[in-house]
């Protein structure tokens, strides 16, 4: 039985300019093929800390099977760690098409004032974009022009926080630091919003929105702790009628 080729995981090589190295990555992770199968070879929890999901990614890059889409932005992440220049942030997509709801992420890439993408797809137009777009939102309004060759809508657009490349961080990724419902925005808009989140990440102030969150959920817990009390001893009896 022949066993089937492992394609080499790429190596930087100082006489690469980004863009090539970031061809590269992308030329391997098409070298996986994405998964058709229905079932992922690799789970990925979003809220395990960086270090874990690097971890996740070696295993890609030892097993070498197919990947979709979440474990694409995982990948792309671990082999471009170790390049300060290179920004990385997820853009996820929420599409509707013929009454249904479809999720898609991309790997976002700032680099030297331009922006593109790493990512896989079914279709060879929602997933990598060169390194050539000037603004964020030239980069989104693309991948919104690419869903409409498909007829889907784009309803809501999320972006994340630029992930530390420090491998070893205990740190979550932030996924979605920015959400815009843009199928009720007008692009002008749109716009708007995304270039002055662009600026504030270029200038590395925003904080993750989970960091705000002790707050949140202490004056939530205020308000529902009374109805919480009240309704275990229900909840209780519901679990024993269970089993």
């Not at 004056?219 to 009896?237: D, E, N, T």
Request: a positive charge; hydrophobic letters at 35%.
């Amino acid at each position: 039985c022949v066993q089937p080729s492992v394609p080499p995981v790429p190596n930087y090589k100082l006489s690469m300019s980004i863009p090539e190295w970031l061809q590269a990555i992308q030329t391997y992770m098409k070298m996986l093929q994405y998964n058709h199968t229905g079932t992922q070879f690799f789970e990925i929890r979003k809220t395990r800390p960086l270090s874990g999901l690097m971890e996740t990614a070696k295993e890609m890059t030892r097993e070498s099977l197919p990947i979709k889409c979440l474990e694409a932005v995982i990948l792309g992440i671990y082999l471009t760690n170790g390049q300060p220049s290179v920004e990385r942030f997820p853009i996820s997509f929420k599409t509707h098409f013929s009454g249904n709801y479809f999720h898609h992420v991309v790997l976002g890439i700032y680099c030297n004032g331009r922006y593109g993408s790493l990512g896989m797809s079914r279709r060879s137009d929602l997933m990598d974009k060169p390194l050539t777009y000037r603004t964020l939102s030239d980069l989104i309004f693309e991948f919104e022009d690419s869903y409409k060759k498909y007829l889907h809508s784009v309803k809501k657009v999320k972006i994340g926080l630029y992930v530390p490349h420090e491998p070893h961080s205990f740190q979550p990724i932030e996924w979605k630091q920015l959400v815009l419902n843009v199928s009720k925005m007008m692009r002008a808009e749109v716009r708007k919003e995304l270039e002055k989140f662009a600026r504030d990440m270029r200038m590395k102030i925003l904080k993750p929105s989970s960091a705000h969150s002790p707050m949140k959920e202490r004056s939530r817990g205020k308000s529902l702790s009374p109805h919480r009390r009240q309704a275990s001893p229900q909840r209780r009896a519901c679990r024993r009628d269970k089993s």
